[in-house]
T-cell receptor, first 114, second 113 residues
Framework: DAGVIQSPRHEVTEMGQEVTLRCKPI?????LFWYRQTMMRGLELLIY????????DSGMPEDRFSAKMPNASFSTLKIQPSEPRDSAVYFC????????????FGQGTRLTVV | GENVEQHPSTLSVQEGDSAVIKCTYS??????FPWYKQELGKGPQLIID?????GEKKDQRIAVTLNKTAKHFSLHITETQPEDSAVYFC????????????FGRGTSLIVHP
């Protein structure tokens, strides 16, 4: 398996624009996480899906952020409108509890909002 | 919810020395404690983990210890090498049947040749 695949790797956008980050989890994994990493706050959980259903979205900063998982092999994180303070590295991770509780991370998307 | 504290935030050692990173957690029901290594430009990767029914686990130069009573666990790296330089994250999960890892803030380890 190629691991968790995220796209794009880098995204530079202007304030106010819509940004969509994409994730393909490892095949067969039924849990998917979106994390945001910044120097100030470390790794923050944004949302957790299990079997394509959002279970915990308490970490989503505000209504500008939304996430979907239309099927077991694809998820998106959308920011609309984007703001400079959204600049961060966004990671997607997947796992297969309870068989294997290790979270496998993608390479991340570095988002810069100018 | 779970809260994980990690110290130190930065650690600088000479090649060949040992490095120790410590974490505490708040939820006594947590039962799985993974450690991740994040190299520059990459996502975190699991390097070792420990479950609550074990007090210590070793894998070559890396070991993890767990004290359930005190609710703290530590990562020990012996004979450090420059390629060990990275950011290390501890995490805790499993409390209340949760499969969501709660991460510490990370430790930037620098190994000087």
């Amino acid at each position: 398996d190629a691991g968790v695949i995220q796209s794009p790797r880098h995204e530079v956008t202007e304030m106010g624009q819509e940004v969509t980050l994409r994730c393909k989890p490892i095949s067969g994994h039924n849990s998917l996480f979106w994390y945001r990493q910044t120097m100030m706050r470390g790794l923050e959980l944004l949302i957790y899906f299990n079997n394509n259903v959002p279970i915990d979205d308490s970490g989503m900063p505000e209504d500008r952020f939304s996430a979907k998982m239309p099927n077991a092999s694809f998820s998106t994180l959308k920011i609309q409108p984007s703001e400079p303070r959204d600049s961060a590295v966004y990671f997607c991770a997947s796992s297969l509890p309870p068989v294997n509780t290790e979270a496998f991370f993608g390479q991340g998307t570095r988002l810069t909002v100018v | 919810g779970e809260n994980v504290e990690q110290h130190p935030s930065t650690l600088s050692v000479q090649e060949g020395d040992s490095a120790v990173i410590k974490c505490t957690y708040s939820d006594s029901a947590s039962n799985y404690f993974p450690w991740y290594k994040q190299e520059l430009g990459k996502g975190p990767q699991l390097i070792i983990d420990i479950r609550s029914n074990v007090g210590e686990k070793k894998d070559q130069r890396i070991a993890v210890t767990l004290n359930k009573t005190a609710k703290h666990f530590s990562l020990h790296i012996t004979e450090t090498q420059p390629e060990d330089s990275a950011v290390y994250f501890c995490a805790a999960m499993g409390g209340g049947g949760s499969y969501i890892p709660t991460f510490g803030r990370g430790t930037s380890l620098i190994v000087h040749p």
